[in-house]
């Protein structure tokens, strides 16, 4: 029996043993897989697997993080190690994190475990989970997809109502008040803040939406300031991503705007409007008298917002040269301008006898003139009349 | 600007022109649903009758005339389509002469202008005229002509003005003259502490304020609720706050009648409801005196007096008499105000004509029964597929290409059109039939417009380092709290949201010296017309700091007054005693 027993013993103790030995390859293989980072040959560095969540586009190429390039301790004490993210080239494509920080409500203070993700410009780019470390909510529930989805969608609105808030005033104090002649008011502020967060996650969501936007993406853009520019400059100024365009227009001088003014407007159409009229207004004001300014950005009033295009005509109306192919192309979309910029726009064309003689420009005027449902018609009517071109 | 001013026939006036008569509407006795609107005088000449039904036709107004001859009439009446387009203009309205109802329908050309009615005919005598609106949707009308003779008076504005200056045969200069020993323009909590705070000095007060209740943004007319704390003024601006419910809210009425009574119990307070000041006159950097016309009448009165204070929250004294000011946003770099977390949001590199918005606030309640809404195709493009059912600060509107003053009356319409619209759009949803709107505001609650410069200009960094200031004579513990337009970070949002920045300090103080003209040397200002820059005014802009601003500046008045010394020699020579005075408000009420 013992023999027996032991031959059976070691046998089973081999099986055990190849079994074992086989769960713990598939195990690591399993976590292999699941694992963020992969030794790729290349020194200091791990590759990165696609994250989670990401805005805009992945690389196709492989990519890998340096550790800690730069170290932050937070306001909460917690020390923070970003790794710049790299091709196989070693050119810098983004930033990494690995965050794990203390969460606190009233009465809990989780850990939070997660990896996030920032383009070079210190925005918001993604953020992937520790394997066996699913993000959880007060009551310790794990997070669902539509959990991650809504963080992902909070973590990517710039101007989330998170970022104007201070903790303390995530909740209204006022909502038990009654009112005799209103219903109880229950506080918009709360609502808007429920909206905007993780469903059971309010602090979670506060907490990491302020690392992500506040104090890390402040370091990022230091270090990349510090060390990275300006041989990043190329890279950032033609990147797809319209953040790092604009962060590199921002760190431009006055004297380097000239040798960027084409990519400054070809970057106009990508922004958002707060950002186009940033653009336009760091312009250097010598460029809008030049045709390869005016026309193009004539050319995309279709796309532009009513602040980036009543700017665009008021540096016209203080710009020493038009050209009626800048003209003629606004002329197009006469029927959308506001009064304010119809007077801008008819005065341009009176400053020239030659743009008062351009057919197109006539004749958009006219029709414009002639819609009876235009709001601004008196207007169009009094330039015809004064300019003869009323026939 | 003197061209711009409007002036008014009285009913029974006899017209130069012995064969024509031109009526102002907001002259007709009896004013039915129709509401009178004088925000825009300096704009479109004057002010207007507006049928603000919500949808639903208003009550005629009536009026009558006496015509020196019976007879056949051309009648033109000037009018606006506030919602040009192709469709049906959402503010007809008609025309009853001595119970002819006239075919043509008025309110269908864009711009101000005079529109053609055909002709009447009238009898010798008293003619009953009566507007009739069609729509209840914000038709308005000005004034009504009538002429022998098939010739329409001028539609440009300085030759409108002319022109009305001929027919009615009025000086230029108002017939009466009345002298105050201090004159406060402007009844919004900001003048009415002023008024008081002067009053309890013993200096003989005009208020002037150009609506029917005191309040300004507080008033039941706007309706927002007073923020921020008391300062040193707690006794005085109790008399005149609101609680804290929600904008909007119908409360505000109560808070009105409150603000009136204990206005009433200073004796030497004058207060002109509905006189609306049109200009202003300095010599050698003083002010003379201020003119004013009574919305309804058109009656004018010349108000002199040694000081002024400019609480008409757009800094039209100041404007008048010369002063200067500043509008839209300065340069981070002028003040160094920049602050990195909101960036170009808060404080722009470049400077740009960018302001905080304004609001029109408005609540609909469901009822017992089924209202209907029509469906309202001329709110399309400003409002799409968006629905709601009441309208909070965050309903503001402003952006690059509008000016808060010069362009108000488009920044009020294109308001009213998102709050039609948006609740066009709700009432389509399930279960919503009772639905009905309760109230709309027709007045523009301004958060920023002209900034008065005076001695000192408060910025962001009095807030933010909580500067000490010698003559601080107002404080507040409130976040500098800036607005912006929504669909500047997020183009798919409506363009009538907006969204609050906080920069939370502890208490700051503006000083004495951000209260009066640093160039007219009897002009005190209080309210969102204070000397500040565009994110200092973030803080303080709200009613109950305003409100201290008004009291310091009474108190002011009040010594100014005593030593017959300017403003500033206030600050230089008399600092001491007048602080002195800010102090014992506080500890007398304690």
Not at chain 2, 124 to 131: A, I, Q, S
Not at chain 2, 336 to 341: A, M, T
Request: hydrophobic share 40%; with cysteine.
């Amino acid at each position: 029996m013992y023999f027996a027993g032991k031959g059976r013993g070691r046998k089973s103790w081999r099986g055990r043993e190849a079994r074992q030995r086989t769960l713990l390859l598939a195990s690591l293989a399993v976590l292999w897989s699941f694992s963020l980072c992969a030794r790729d040959g290349i020194a200091d560095t791990v590759r990165v697997r696609q994250p989670l969540k990401f805005s805009g586009s992945w690389p196709a190429h492989p990519l890998y993080a340096a550790d800690a390039s730069v170290r932050f301790e937070d306001t909460l004490g917690v020390v923070h190690r970003i790794g710049r993210l790299t091709d196989s080239k070693a050119v810098p494509q983004g930033y990494v994190s690995h965050i794990e920080t203390p969460v606190c409500s009233d009465t809990l203070c989780n850990l939070m475990d997660i990896r996030m993700f920032w383009t070079l410009s210190g925005s918001y780019w993604g953020f992937d989970t520790i394997p066996r470390k699913p993000l959880t909510k007060n009551d310790h529930l794990k997070f669902s997809e539509k959990d991650y989805e809504k963080l992902h969608e909070l973590l990517m609105d710039e101007q989330s109502i998170l970022r104007r808030r201070h903790k303390d005033d995530l909740f209204d104090k006022e909502a038990k008040r009654v009112s005799n002649v209103v219903d109880a008011v229950t506080g918009a502020t709360a609502k808007e803040v429920k909206e905007a967060v993780v469903d059971g996650a309010v602090y979670s969501s506060y907490t990491i939406y302020h690392l992500v936007h506040s104090q890390l993406a402040a370091v990022i853009r230091e270090d990349v300031r510090k060390h990275l520019l300006p041989g990043l400059a190329e890279k950032l100024i033609n990147s797809d991503k319209v953040d790092e365009r604009i962060f590199l227009i921002r760190e431009l001088e006055e004297g380097q705007l000239p040798d960027y003014t084409g990519k400054m407007v070809e970057t106009i159409p990508m922004a958002i409007p707060r950002d186009r009229l940033y653009i336009m207004k760091k312009l250097p004001s010598a460029s809008w008298n030049r045709k390869d300014v005016q026309v193009p950005v004539a050319g995309m009033a279709e796309f532009l917002d009513i602040y980036s295009l009543s700017h665009f005509l008021n540096q016209l109306k203080a710009a020493d040269t038009l050209y009626v192919d800048c003209l003629r192309k606004l002329s197009e979309r006469l029927p959308y301008f506001s009064v304010n910029q119809i007077r801008t726009y008819l005065s341009l064309l009176e400053r020239d006898q030659s743009f008062l003689k351009d057919p197109a420009i006539v004749k958009a005027v006219k029709e414009t003139a002639a819609d009876p449902g235009y709001q601004y018609r008196s207007y169009l009517d009094s330039f015809l009349a004064k300019n003869q071109l009323s026939q | 600007m003197r061209y711009l001013f409007s002036l008014f026939l009285a009913l029974s006036a006899t017209c130069a022109f012995a064969q024509s008569l031109l009526i102002e509407a907001e002259s007709f006795q009896e004013k039915g649903g129709w509401v009178v609107d004088p925000q825009f005088v300096e704009q479109m000449g004057s002010p207007y009758l507006l049928a603000h039904g919500l949808g639903e036709p208003v009550e005629n107004a009536v009026a009558t005339v006496n015509f020196k001859e019976g007879g056949k009439y051309h009648v033109w009446v000037r009018t606006k389509n506030w919602v040009p387009g192709n469709w049906t203009p959402p503010g007809r309205f008609r025309l009853k002469v001595a119970s002819q109802l006239l075919a043509t329908e008025f309110g269908k050309e864009p711009m101000w202008g005079w529109e053609y009615g055909g002709e009447a005919t009238v009898q010798k005598g008293n003619n009953k005229l009566e507007l009739v609106d069609l729509t209840g949707f914000d038709g308005r009308c000005d004034a009504i002509y009538f002429s022998r003779q098939q010739q329409a008076p001028p539609s440009e504005l300085a030759d409108l003005a002319a022109w009305r200056l001929k027919v009615t045969q009025k000086p230029a200069k108002p017939e009466k003259t009345m002298k105050f020993d201090y004159v406060v323009v402007g009844g919004g909590i900001a003048g009415c502490a002023s008024a008081i705070a002067a009053a309890e000095q013993g200096l003989r007060v005009a208020l002037i304020h150009d609506r029917p209740v005191l309040g300004g943004n507080a008033s039941s007319e706007i309706r927002v609720h007073t923020l921020g704390i008391y300062g040193h003024f707690e006794r005085i601006l109790k008399m005149l706050d609101t609680k804290h419910y929600p904008n909007g809210s119908p409360e505000a009425y109560a808070e009105d009648q409150k603000r009136h009574r204990n206005i009433a119990r200073y004796d030497n307070i004058e207060v002109f409801l509905n006189w609306r000041a049109y200009d202003a006159e300095a010599v050698n950097n003083k002010v003379q005196s201020v003119d004013a016309s009574n919305t309804h009448t058109g009656e004018r009165i010349r108000f002199s007096a040694p000081y002024f204070a400019d609480c008409t929250g757009d800094g039209w004294i100041g404007f008048w008499a010369g002063a200067e000011f500043m509008y839209g946003r300065e340069a981070a770099g002028k003040f160094k105000e920049n602050w990195d977390e909101f960036g170009e949001l808060w404080s722009p590199e470049v400077e740009d004509n960018v302001v905080m918005g304004s609001s029109v606030l408005w609540r609909s309640y469901s009822d017992t029964h089924v209202h209907e809404f029509p469906d309202l195709p001329w709110t399309k493009d400003v409002v799409g597929d968006y629905a709601a059912n009441q309208g909070e600060w965050q309903w503001e509107y402003s952006n690059a290409d509008l000016h808060q003053i010069d362009d108000a009356e488009a920044i009020r319409d294109h308001m009213l059109r998102a709050i039609y619209g948006s609740f066009a759009n709700y009432k389509k949803q399930p279960k919503t039939e009772r639905q009905r709107l309760e109230w709309v505001s027709y007045l523009v609650g301004k958060r920023e417009s002209r900034r008065l410069i005076g001695d000192h200009i408060f910025t962001f960094n009095d807030a933010k380092d909580r500067t000490p200031f010698a003559d601080s004579v107002v404080m507040e513990t409130r976040e500098v709290d800036v607005h912006f337009q929504e669909n500047l970070v997020d183009p798919s949002k409506p363009d009538f949201l907006s969204k609050a920045m906080f920069y939370k300090t502890g208490k700051y103080y503006i000083p004495y010296r951000s209260l009066y003209s640093k160039n007219i040397d009897n002009l005190f200002m209080a309210g969102r017309c204070f000397s500040t820059s565009h994110v200092g005014l973030g803080g303080p802009r709200v009613m109950k700091t305003t409100g201290q601003m008004g009291a310091a500046v009474g108190f002011a008045a009040s010594l100014c007054f005593k030593y017959r010394i300017k403003p500033r020699e206030l600050y230089e020579k008399r600092l001491d005693e007048y602080m002195n005075l800010i102090q014992q408000q506080k500890i007398g009420y304690n």
